[in-house]
């Protein structure tokens, strides 16, 4: 269903379908606007009734809301891509990840531990797709996320799992004053200070290649703010305890560590939460094999043991996300 689904709009069909308002189309005009068979528009087309994308009335058929929100979504259609060429083949060998603990359907893209170590190598759609993905949430969460950081006026920002470098680039953008340290992986620490670097921003941005799943590894320190935005979820508890006790570690006397994330158990709505619990088996089969979508509650306890204290909470960020303030108890 969603192959036919996806395969409904990639191939125009949707579209077709949809303009033609309540006439409604047969499947061999179908075929011949999209330049299908008649034989794969009719599979497609049952397909969609038989899941309320288009209805059939009179040898027609005509588009159903549902069917144009699929069409039209932008959040739908980052979220299918994200699936069709990120997730659907490695999903096969979700069982041997869960029993393994290791990220056992990223071998459909090669010898890779996690797949942040291999996101600057994967095929050019597996990137794009998951970097769409990635930015479509953060991106909408940033700009509120930044007015709130910033108006504690922070001269120094360290950004741990920069990726591209949007938030350091929001952020140095609207604050002249500030410098910030980008830590990753040395792939995508190349393209955020690509990215900084073409915007003018690139000679107040430090980057520091960390792999923070070395729990020996240091991040530097005296920063004013600590920045984490969809990292945590990339982490098991345990490596999540480690790396929050580096962050603390990473404060100067009075600075804040900054949480942004997808927590299902703050969303508004049950959709929200269905689609976050749901993303867990991505993490558990593609991306580490052993992180999964948390309650804001699992990581406040894990701050709590690491002698960090919540100090407010925003909600309702962007599409999504919380936003957690925590400074050393
Ligand atoms: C889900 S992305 C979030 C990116 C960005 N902060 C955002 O909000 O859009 C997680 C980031 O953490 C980085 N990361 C994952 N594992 C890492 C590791 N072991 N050491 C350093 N960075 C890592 C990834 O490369 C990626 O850029």
């Given at each position: 269903m969603f192959q036919a689904t996806r395969l409904l709009?990639?191939t125009?069909l949707l579209?077709?379908?949809?303009?033609?308002?309540?006439?409604?189309?047969?499947a061999?005009?179908?075929?011949?606007?999209?330049?299908?068979?008649?034989?794969a528009a009719t599979v497609l087309l049952e397909c969609g009734l038989s899941a309320d994308l288009v209805?059939y009335?009179?040898?027609?058929f005509?588009?159903?809301?549902?069917g144009?929100?699929i069409?039209?979504?932008?959040?739908?259609?980052?979220?299918?891509?994200?699936?069709?060429?990120?997730?659907?083949?490695?999903?096969?060998?979700?069982?041997?990840?869960?029993?393994?603990?290791?990220?056992?359907?990223?071998?459909?893209?090669?010898?890779?531990?996690?797949?942040?170590?291999?996101?600057?190598?994967?095929?050019?759609?597996?990137?794009?797709?998951?970097?769409?993905?990635?930015?479509?949430?953060?991106?909408?969460?940033?700009?509120?996320?930044?007015?709130?950081?910033?108006?504690?006026?922070?001269?120094?920002?360290?950004?741990?799992?920069?990726?591209?470098?949007?938030?350091?680039?929001?952020?140095?953008?609207?604050?002249?004053?500030?410098?910030?340290?980008?830590?990753?992986?040395?792939?995508?620490?190349?393209?955020?200070?690509?990215?900084?670097?073409?915007?003018?921003?690139?000679?107040?941005?430090?980057?520091?290649?960390?792999?923070?799943?070395?729990?020996?590894?240091?991040?530097?320190?005296?920063?004013?703010?600590?920045?984490?935005?969809?990292?945590?979820?990339?982490?098991?508890?345990?490596?999540?305890?480690?790396?929050?006790?580096?962050?603390?570690?990473?404060?100067?006397?009075?600075?804040?560590?900054?949480?942004?994330?997808?927590?299902?158990?703050?969303?508004?709505?049950?959709?929200?939460?269905?689609?976050?619990?749901?993303?867990?088996?991505?993490?558990?089969?593609?991306?580490?094999?052993?992180?999964?979508?948390?309650?804001?509650?699992?990581?406040?306890?894990?701050?709590?043991?690491?002698?960090?204290?919540?100090?407010?909470?925003?909600?309702?960020?962007?599409?999504?996300?919380?936003?957690?303030?925590?400074?050393?108890?």
């Amino acid at each position: 269903m969603f192959q036919a689904t996806r395969l409904l709009r990639s191939t125009g069909l949707l579209e077709a379908v949809e303009d033609r308002g309540a006439e409604g189309m047969t499947a061999a005009e179908a075929a011949t606007k999209t330049g299908l068979s008649i034989y794969a528009a009719t599979v497609l087309l049952e397909c969609g009734l038989s899941a309320d994308l288009v209805a059939y009335d009179n040898g027609k058929f005509v588009i159903t809301t549902l069917g144009a929100f699929i069409r039209r979504d932008e959040m739908t259609a980052v979220n299918m891509e994200f699936v069709h060429e990120v997730c659907y083949l490695g999903m096969h060998k979700l069982e041997d990840a869960l029993r393994l603990g290791e990220p056992a359907g990223l071998r459909v893209f090669g010898e890779w531990k996690t797949v942040y170590e291999a996101l600057a190598h994967l095929p050019e759609n597996a990137k794009s797709a998951w970097l769409r993905f990635d930015h479509f949430y953060s991106d909408a969460a940033f700009p509120a996320a930044s007015r709130i950081v910033l108006e504690r006026q922070p001269q120094t920002m360290l950004d741990i799992g920069c990726n591209t470098g949007k938030w350091a680039s929001l952020c140095l953008a609207r604050s002249p004053e500030l410098c910030a340290t980008l830590v990753d992986l040395p792939g995508q620490l190349e393209m955020a200070m690509q990215n900084l670097r073409e915007k003018g921003l690139g000679d107040r941005a430090v980057p520091c290649p960390v792999d923070v799943l070395d729990p020996h590894a240091e991040l530097p320190s005296g920063f004013d703010a600590v920045w984490m935005s969809q990292f945590l979820v990339c982490f098991s508890e345990d490596e999540v305890r480690t790396i929050l006790r580096r962050a603390r570690r990473a404060l100067r006397p009075g600075g804040r560590l900054w949480i942004l994330d997808t927590f299902w158990d703050t969303q508004r709505f049950d959709a929200a939460a269905y689609c976050l619990i749901n993303t867990s088996p991505y993490f558990t089969a593609i991306a580490n094999g052993n992180s999964r979508m948390y309650r804001a509650e699992d990581i406040l306890a894990l701050a709590r043991e690491e002698g960090l204290e919540l100090q407010t909470t925003h909600e309702r960020l962007g599409i999504y996300h919380s936003l957690l303030e925590l400074a050393p108890g």
